[in-house]
């Protein structure tokens, strides 16, 4: 069913029985976009760009859903892990890096890699801009992973200076990554 639409002056309208029910739908709508900020009324004459109002900010108090249940933490958030995304960006990024950094090698079908990959990602970031941590998906790069000797995932090689330092197999807790990555970076 179509609404008749009639055009009087320069506007379109619709038909007066529905008229009513859509401005208060526009109200509604307006009032909850804009509620921030008041604009001056818009000119009388058609558009142009000598005509554009300008809109201020209002100060009104803001609604108890706005308002934040706890303060923002204003400490800064390391995250130095990457995702690699060939051999070029991997002797880039991993072996020529002035960090020490983890490269876990890990697999999208692999249930273990998405547990140990998160673990991973917040033992770096505790270590706040002191280590990296490269991601390798071994079936986009199987020549790095050859390369390595990884013949199971996830696997975990620490490197420094572009040097294996340390790897280990499998899952491991919190406790013993930290540590982990407290000895490469010690």
């Given at each position: 069913?179509?609404?008749?639409?009639?055009?009087?002056?320069?506007?379109?309208?619709?038909?007066?029985?529905?008229t009513?029910?859509?401005?208060?739908?526009a109200?509604?709508?307006?009032?909850?976009?804009?509620?921030?900020?008041?604009?001056?009324?818009?000119?009388?004459?058609?558009?142009?760009p000598?005509?554009i109002?300008?809109?201020?900010?209002?100060?009104?108090?803001?609604?108890?859903?706005l308002?934040?249940?706890?303060?923002?933490?204003?400490?800064?958030?390391?995250?130095?892990?990457?995702?690699?995304?060939d051999?070029?960006?991997?002797?880039?990024?991993?072996?020529?890096?002035?960090?020490?950094?983890?490269?876990?090698?890990?697999?999208?079908?692999?249930?273990?890699?998405?547990?140990?990959?998160?673990?991973?990602?917040?033992?770096?970031a505790?270590?706040?801009?002191?280590?990296?941590?490269?991601?390798?998906?071994i079936d986009?790069?199987?020549?790095?992973?050859?390369?390595?000797?990884?013949?199971?995932?996830?696997?975990?090689?620490?490197?420094?200076?572009?040097?294996?330092?340390?790897?280990?197999?499998?899952?491991?807790?919190?406790?013993?990554?930290?540590?982990?990555?407290?000895?490469?970076?010690?």
């Amino acid at each position: 069913m179509t609404r008749p639409l009639f055009i009087v002056g320069d506007r379109l309208r619709l038909s007066t029985h529905n008229t009513m029910a859509y401005r208060q739908l526009a109200r509604r709508v307006w009032t909850r976009s804009v509620k921030d900020v008041r604009c001056s009324p818009p000119p009388a004459s058609r558009f142009s760009p000598a005509s554009i109002h300008r809109c201020t900010p209002v100060q009104q108090p803001r609604s108890p859903l706005l308002t934040l249940s706890r303060p923002l933490s204003l400490t800064p958030h390391y995250r130095v892990c990457f995702n690699v995304q060939d051999t070029e960006d991997f002797t880039e990024r991993v072996i020529n890096s002035s960090l020490p950094v983890l490269v876990d090698f890990h697999a999208q079908w692999c249930g273990p890699c998405k547990i140990l990959g998160p673990r991973l990602e917040k033992a770096v970031a505790k270590q706040q801009g002191r280590v990296a941590m490269a991601k390798v998906d071994i079936d986009d790069h199987t020549d790095l992973a050859i390369e390595y000797g990884v013949s199971a995932v996830p696997t975990v090689i620490a490197m420094r200076d572009g040097h294996v330092i340390d790897q280990f197999v499998g899952i491991k807790d919190e406790d013993q990554l930290d540590s982990f990555v407290g000895k490469l970076i010690g």
